[in-house]
């Protein structure tokens, strides 16, 4: 398959490739590098992609309507799978406005650019944040989602029903991917793994909010990339039976609390934590827990990396890559 993956030199992004590549795929990957974090880590991420020679890369901002056309006119593929957003739900406080234009506009561009081209098949990235103040667990893809408690929720659920339109339209085959909470090497610095570890790295205190009454799907970065490779690379069924547009959790399916999250870094680092207390943020949730049924059902997904393991796998990354800097 001749692949177009956006945000590919994102976290999930580059992983995805990764695997698309060694699969045999061709993949064509976009990304704005940005500066909402370090774009060093991003450039780096791709330097992991750049010697297959399967793997072209175009730096391009999705929000760009005239320029992400040019592509699709430029070039044939087969599927698209989406994963460049504005990402974070404490920035949407900050910074509405980059939501608006990558999530929103973006997208849309995303979905006229697949609509024009004729895409077979479209997978995009959706989050758990979508179920919002739900406090029905764990969350079902049937559960409804009209209570969003961040602007970033806002914008992942409005792609969903965009793709539901332009389903409905158009015939596009579409399928919405909500990710929990995503962790392993490579990771994004805005993460709860990430801080934690750069913190007590540095001996300087966490923040844990809540007061560490939190639960949260962590899913170790494998995982969640065989669930979305199977479903890209398996033939949608909306093609036959008519249902073109669906959605899937993708998560662990078995909800983890913060504080033993934290006591594994602690060990694997072989290091205690200083922790500070905080209230609830705003726009966050006190706990997601993916129901994996319809995931399993379909595509027989099951993850299968516990938490002791992810998290020593990343801490290992960690002190390769930040080496000249890591006490």
Same mark, same amino acid.
């Given at each position: 398959?001749?692949?177009?993956?956006?945000?590919?030199?994102?976290?999930?992004?580059?992983?995805?490739?990764?695997?698309?590549?060694?699969?045999?795929?061709?993949?064509?990957?976009?990304?704005?590098?940005?500066?909402?974090?370090?774009?060093?880590?991003?450039?780096?991420?791709?330097?992991?992609?750049?010697?297959?020679?399967?793997?072209?890369?175009?730096?391009?901002?999705?929000?760009?309507?005239?320029?992400?056309?040019?592509?699709?006119?430029?070039?044939?593929?087969?599927?698209?799978?989406?994963?460049?957003?504005?990402?974070?739900?404490?920035?949407?406080?900050?910074?509405?406005?980059?939501?608006?234009?990558?999530?929103?506009?973006?997208?849309?561009?995303?979905?006229?650019?697949?609509?024009?081209?004729?895409?077979?098949?479209?997978?995009?990235?959706?989050?758990?944040?979508?179920?919002?103040?739900?406090?029905?667990?764990?969350?079902?893809?049937?559960?409804?989602?009209?209570?969003?408690?961040?602007?970033?929720?806002?914008?992942?659920?409005?792609?969903?029903?965009?793709?539901?339109?332009?389903?409905?339209?158009?015939? /596009?085959?579409?399928?919405?991917?909500?990710?929990?909470?995503?962790?392993?090497?490579?990771?994004?610095?805005? /993460?709860?793994?990430?801080?934690?570890?750069?913190?007590?790295?540095?001996?300087?205190?966490?923040?844990?909010?809540?007061?560490?009454?939190?639960?949260?799907?962590?899913?170790?970065?494998?995982?969640?990339?065989?669930?979305?490779?199977?479903?890209?690379?398996?033939?949608?069924?909306?093609?036959?039976?008519?249902?073109?547009?669906?959605?899937?959790?993708?998560?662990?399916?078995?909800?983890?609390?913060?504080?033993?999250?934290?006591?594994?870094?602690?060990?694997?680092?072989?290091?205690?934590?200083?922790?500070?207390?905080?209230? /609830?943020?705003?726009?966050?949730?006190?706990?997601?827990?993916?129901?994996?049924?319809?995931?399993?059902?379909?595509?027989?997904?099951?993850?299968?990396?516990?938490?002791?393991?992810?998290?020593?796998?990343?801490?290992?990354?960690?002190?390769?890559?930040?080496?000249?800097?890591?006490?």
């Amino acid at each position: 398959m001749r692949l177009l993956v956006t945000g590919a030199a994102g976290f999930i992004g580059m992983h995805s490739c990764l695997r698309l590549l060694g699969r045999g795929h061709d993949v064509y990957g976009i990304d704005s590098l940005n500066a909402y974090y370090d774009p060093a880590l991003k450039r780096a991420r791709l330097e992991q992609l750049r010697p297959s020679p399967k793997f072209a890369f175009e730096k391009l901002d999705i929000a760009d309507a005239a320029a992400l056309a040019a592509v699709f006119e430029a070039q044939r593929f087969d599927a698209v799978l989406h994963l460049a957003a504005q990402a974070g739900v404490r920035y949407s406080l900050e910074n509405p406005q980059a939501y608006v234009s990558s999530n929103l506009a973006g997208f849309l561009n995303i979905l006229e650019g697949c609509r024009k081209a004729k895409i077979a098949h479209l997978c995009y990235a959706s989050s758990s944040s979508v179920y919002g103040a739900n406090t029905e667990l764990p969350f079902r893809e049937e559960h409804r989602v009209d209570n969003p408690v961040s602007l970033y929720a806002a914008t992942k659920r409005a792609n969903e029903l965009m793709a539901h339109s332009y389903s409905d339209l158009y015939g /596009m085959l579409c399928t919405g991917l909500r990710f929990f909470t995503v962790y392993g090497p490579w990771g994004r610095p805005d /993460m709860a793994l990430f801080l934690f570890t750069r913190a007590i790295l540095e001996g300087k205190p966490i923040r844990v909010f809540n007061g560490g009454d939190m639960l949260r799907d962590f899913t170790y970065i494998d995982d969640i990339v065989d669930a979305v490779t199977t479903i890209v690379e398996r033939p949608h069924p909306g093609a036959q039976a008519g249902a073109k547009s669906r959605l899937f959790n993708i998560g662990h399916g078995s909800p983890v609390k913060l504080m033993d999250f934290l006591h594994a870094i602690e060990r694997a680092l072989g290091r205690k934590a200083q922790i500070e207390l905080a209230p /609830m943020q705003p726009g966050d949730v006190r706990a997601t827990f993916a129901s994996t049924d319809r995931l399993r059902a379909e595509v027989g997904y099951a993850p299968g990396t516990p938490i002791d393991i992810g998290v020593e796998r990343f801490i290992t990354w960690y002190r390769s890559h930040y080496a000249a800097t890591v006490a």
